[in-house]
């Protein structure tokens, strides 16, 4: 168990729909980071926050947003869904929002879009 | 920009080595090695600094060519808890500090 948790841990949703994941930091760490997993690219970095502060942003859609909240937790929105948003999802925090630190991963949400 | 994991599978009895390599276009600052195991998060395995040396811990190791990009996980003497997927995420010199870029993984199973 690293310490991060995230919900729901499936979704299963329609096309069009919107649907918001959550994950929840480990104790002390500051920067939440966001992944997606697919059987033909891997993992997918998305996006990063530190500190509520958005960090760094990779290949993600402009249908998907999130942000950090004061507590630290962060919620990741996906809208306007796609059959080919179906994925693994995951959140990782650090202690720090160095690249460098070690990010430890939660469980992840299975979102399937039908 | 995505590197190359090689090779995508493996497939061992307990004991036997294996190595798994990880190339990468760019110049690279960092190279990050994670296992997952199916159905369950990465978990970090070690990083490996430029100018750093090479990394270790149990029969674990990895060594990271600056000249080449590339990178290698050792695997020696390998046990059932090696199976999993092994990925690497590479951190490209001319982005420091900005995200991971991460292989598509190397499947090892291992069997008794």
């Known amino acids: 168990d690293s310490g991060v948790t995230q919900t729901p841990k499936h979704l299963i949703t329609a096309t069009g729909q919107r649907v918001t994941l959550r994950c929840s930091p480990r104790?002390?760490?500051?920067?939440v980071y966001w992944y997606q997993q697919s059987l033909d690219q891997g993992l997918q970095f998305l996006i990063q926050?530190?500190?509520?502060?958005?960090?760094a942003k990779g290949n993600i859609l402009e249908r998907f947003s999130a942000q950090q909240f004061p507590d630290l937790h962060s919620e990741l929105n996906l809208s306007s869904l796609e059959l080919g948003d179906s994925a693994l999802y995951f959140c990782?925090?650090?202690?720090?929002?160095?690249?460098?630190?070690?990010?430890?991963f939660g469980p992840g949400t299975r979102l399937t879009v039908l | 920009q995505q590197p190359v994991q090689s090779p995508q599978a493996v497939i061992l009895r307990e004991g036997e080595d294996a190595v798994i390599n990880c190339s990468s276009s760019?110049?690279?600052?960092?190279v990050h090695w994670y296992r997952q195991k199916h159905g369950e998060a990465p978990v970090f395995l070690m990083i490996?600094?430029?100018?750093?040396e090479q990394k270790g811990h149990d029969k674990i190791s990895a060594s990271f060519n600056e000249k080449k990009q590339q990178s290698s996980l050792y695997l020696t003497a390998s046990q059932l808890s090696y199976s999993g997927t092994y990925f690497c995420?590479?951190?490209?010199?001319?982005?420091?500090?900005?995200?991971?870029?991460f292989g598509k993984g190397t499947t090892l199973s291992v069997s008794s």
């Open positions: 926050y530190y500190n509520g502060e958005e960090r």
């Open positions: 995420g590479t951190e490209p010199a001319n982005q420091a500090g900005t995200a991971l870029i």
């Open positions: 490996l600094l430029k100018g750093g």
């Open positions: 990782a925090s650090s202690v720090t929002g160095s690249i460098r630190d070690t990010q430890y």
């Open positions: 104790s002390g760490d500051l920067s």
């Open positions: 760019k110049a690279l600052y960092s």
